[in-house]
């Protein structure tokens, strides 16, 4: 059973440009959720996508955006890139039927994105 | 909307028992508790999830009284390899508003 994937697992920035984040998720998994995660702080959560469809979404704005592809993997796009956005992107995903599987994430190992 | 606090640090030595407890107050009928261990510079793991009463597994158990407004991670016999960031959420399902990442307990097993 192959686990969560990222990439790339590094990338700087300079402010103002745009980034593509990608996961694979765990398979069989049909829900991945993207989480920021700034220096010495928990992850926040940004959004989640659920076969193909946005599922929620957190406390970020609109240059946020995400897509979701028929076979479960997920971009994270993040334009008009500001110093604050410098922090570690998660992917994890989930199987979003019900029960504990549902409320159950499996992490990839981020990717840490650096903006100057 | 649940919210979760738990201690920002916690130390301990090589063979003892660590205990970290969650409180969540306001702990909704239909929500469970999850535990996760990050290692730095990795993404979170998942460690164990409960509804009451105890849970048990092969990395930790889980305590929940019967109130719910409160659980505590129990490890057992902890490692230099423990060493890491355990946070708590509450809620039913990931994403939803209230199952959300805190600042977390970040614990240091020293020799």
């Known amino acids: 059973e192959t686990g969560v994937t990222q990439s790339p697992t590094h990338l700087i920035k300079t402010r103002g440009q745009q980034v593509t984040l990608r996961c694979s998720s765990q398979s069989g998994h049909n829900t991945v959720s993207w989480y920021q995660q700034a220096l010495g702080q928990g992850p926040q959560f940004i959004f989640q996508y659920y076969r193909e469809e946005e599922n929620g979404r957190g406390n970020f704005p609109p240059r946020f955006s995400g897509l979701q592809f028929p076979n479960y993997s997920s971009e994270l796009n993040v334009n008009a890139l500001e110093l604050d956005d410098s922090a570690l992107y998660l992917c994890a995903s989930s199987l979003g039927t019900s029960g504990r599987a549902r409320r159950t994430q499996y992490f990839g190992p981020g990717t840490r994105l650096l903006v100057l | 909307l649940a919210k979760t606090t738990q201690p920002i640090s916690m130390d301990s030595y090589e063979g003892q028992e660590v205990n970290i407890t969650c409180s969540h107050n306001n702990i909704a009928t239909n929500d469970y508790i999850t535990w996760y261990q990050q290692f730095p510079s990795q993404g979170p793991r998942f460690i164990i999830q409960?509804?009451?009463t105890k849970v048990t597994n092969e990395v930790a158990s889980l305590f929940i009284p019967a109130d719910r407004k409160s659980s505590t991670l129990s490890l057992p016999r902890v490692s230099l390899s423990d060493t890491a960031v355990y946070y708590c959420?509450?809620?039913?399902?990931?994403?939803?508003?209230?199952?959300?990442f805190g600042a977390g307990t970040r614990l240091t097993v020293k020799p």
């Open positions: 409960g509804y009451k």
């Open positions: 959420l509450v809620g039913d399902a990931p994403g939803n508003n209230d199952m959300r």
